[in-house]
């Protein structure tokens, strides 16, 4: 337990160091988000309506002490202020809104592509030097291969070509929004070549990573020892060799989890997915402070998150961390 009371306090300390640059970046840059709003109204504003603007982008002469505790205050409240590409929807309602679409879409595909790539790593590495070795260079290419262009790709060909599958939205324009099947199948239907996208890039960096420290790991003498006990062969692979072998890719899982909030930015884009990704390039092309140190803020916590998630998964697997806790 102490090893897991230490991490916790590392993360609260990260977790405040995040929260602090998060207030202090956006009032280092240069640049007013109130004048961007007034100047994409033509400047046709009251002076007061641009009073109440700035209290409600939390500018102010106060003290940058007192905002920083103001700013505080508002997020133990859930306010995150308000969007200027949105005005006047707060940057919470639009989060909450483009979250769920990248939880659905990469939350799932990223999961499935770590637990399809490890276990096909573990297996090329308990079969090497058979046919399935034939599986690393396409492995290894497509993990050369960036996650657009693999998204353009299938484009290309599943969506113009041959016309098998929506190349944007996240859901049919004929389907109403709602808890029926239609609509599920809809949403399905439209995430398909995204979902396919992301598993594809990122599959191979799961094989190869894990294959290679599985066959470091086949060579350790509780491996030799488990095999000359006489288990079988599947248990040696999975209970011995497979458990240990998986421990490192454990932290770069905990980052991907943590990175699914942040959505794949170039995949949303390239498939017009309402995620929370697409939120972050309109706040980037509108200058949109607010919404940009929301998402930053969702995203720094949601790493932070997952990897203390990853430190309890460590305790779970790893005897030796069992050990020094006591």
Not at 119 to 147: E, K
Not at 173 to 196: K, N, Q, R, W
Not at 275 to 283: A, C, D, R, T
Request: net charge neutral; glycine share 8%; no cysteine.
């Amino acid at each position: 337990m102490r090893f897991l009371a230490r991490r916790l306090g590392f993360y609260l300390l990260t977790a405040w160091a995040a929260i602090t640059l998060n207030f202090l970046v956006p009032r280092l840059m240069p640049g007013d988000p109130v004048e961007l709003l007034v100047a994409r109204m033509k400047g046709n504003v009251d002076p007061a309506a641009i009073d109440a603007m700035r209290r409600a982008f939390g500018i102010s002469d106060a003290s940058l002490w007192q905002q920083y505790l103001d700013y505080l205050g508002n997020l133990a409240r859930g306010e995150l202020g308000r969007s200027i590409t949105f005005f006047p929807t707060e940057v919470s309602t639009v989060i909450a809104d483009s979250l769920p679409w990248t939880l659905g879409l990469v939350g799932v595909a990223t999961l499935i592509s770590y637990l399809v790539g490890t276990s096909l790593g573990a297996l090329l590495a308990w079969r090497r030097g058979t046919w399935l070795d034939g599986v690393l260079p396409a492995a290894t290419f497509m993990h050369a291969v960036p996650y657009f262009w693999v998204a353009l790709a299938l484009v290309f060909v599943f969506g113009v070509t041959l016309r098998w599958f929506p190349v944007s939205r996240a859901y049919g324009l004929d389907v109403m929004p709602g808890l029926t099947p239609e609509f599920a199948g809809s949403v399905a239907y439209h995430a398909a070549l995204p979902a396919i996208t992301i598993v594809a890039a990122s599959m191979a960096d799961r094989i190869l990573g894990m294959r290679n420290v599985m066959v470091t790991t086949l060579g350790e003498d509780y491996v030799v020892m488990a095999e000359a006990k006489g288990l079988t062969s599947r248990r040696v692979m999975w209970a011995y060799a497979a458990r240990n072998a998986i421990l490192p890719n454990i932290t770069s899982f905990a980052l991907s989890l943590g990175f699914v909030v942040g959505g794949s930015v170039l995949t949303e884009i390239v498939f017009s997915y309402p995620g929370i990704g697409s939120m972050l390039l309109k706040g980037v092309e509108n200058e949109d402070f607010p919404l940009m140190q929301g998402i930053f803020l969702v995203i720094s916590l949601a790493v932070l998150v997952a990897n203390f998630l990853a430190d309890l998964a460590y305790v779970v697997l790893d005897p030796r961390t069992r050990q020094e806790s006591e």
